[in-house]
């Protein structure tokens, strides 16, 4: 599923080493941060979870897992602009499909996609491209339990011998450059989570004392903390817990 922030594109690195950690004792595989289940569809596991609080995402990848041949083929741009303005008038798993499908960049209702194709003349149907994007993907949703809450839902003290991938919006980046995301709380949960579990975190920059990185590739990004710049070089992470199961 196309998603701002998604791993996909490093899936292929991350996914052997996230892997890595998981044996016959593992007893769940749990990703509190799931976005667009591009890393999750890739994990071998018989019980595994990914939640968000974006309930149209959470309802969207459900309908996507049960229903993917029931999915429109596309949608109009007036579609787009009628969704966006009466949400509450359609079931919470279109509204996502609108949202992110139709959204240049993929990023939710930012504005809808237009283009051409590589003849400059031909127009490219982006909800197509995304919508199918969505139904190769389906078969590997197909054993994973969607949920709708916050990280801070998961008791750290009710759970042992799992796997946790968290995926949390990056520090001093654009979106959250202003602080709103809980970092501190966060830092603290993933302490105590990992006493009892193995707890992997992407992200460009942690705390040195308290986590170690274990994986670091050189990435382009689209978007910087600054602004809008193409091509910004950032060093992709994975960190553990230092201490840590």
Known sequence: MQYVG?????????????QSYITENTVAYIEPFVGGANMIDKIKHHNKIGSDLHKELIALLNYTRDNYNKLPETFSEEEYYRVKANRDSYELWYVGLVGFCGAFGAVYFSGFARGYKADGVTPRDYSNEAIRNLQKQAPNLQDIKFECKSFTDYNPSDYKNCVFYLDPPYRNTLSYKTGKFPYEE????AIELSKNNTVLISEYEMPE?????????????????VGNIKNKK????????????
Not at 6 to 18: D, F, H, Q, V, Y
Not at 186 to 189: E, H, I, L, V
């Open 6 to 18: 998604s791993k996909n594109r490093l899936s292929k690195e991350l996914a052997p080493i996230i």
């Open 186 to 189: 966060f830092d603290k949960w």
């Open 209 to 225: 004392d308290k986590f170690e990185c274990i994986w670091s590739k050189d990435v382009k990004v689209g978007i910087s903390s």
């Open 234 to 245: 950032r060093v992709e992470k994975l960190f553990k817990v230092k201490g840590g199961k």
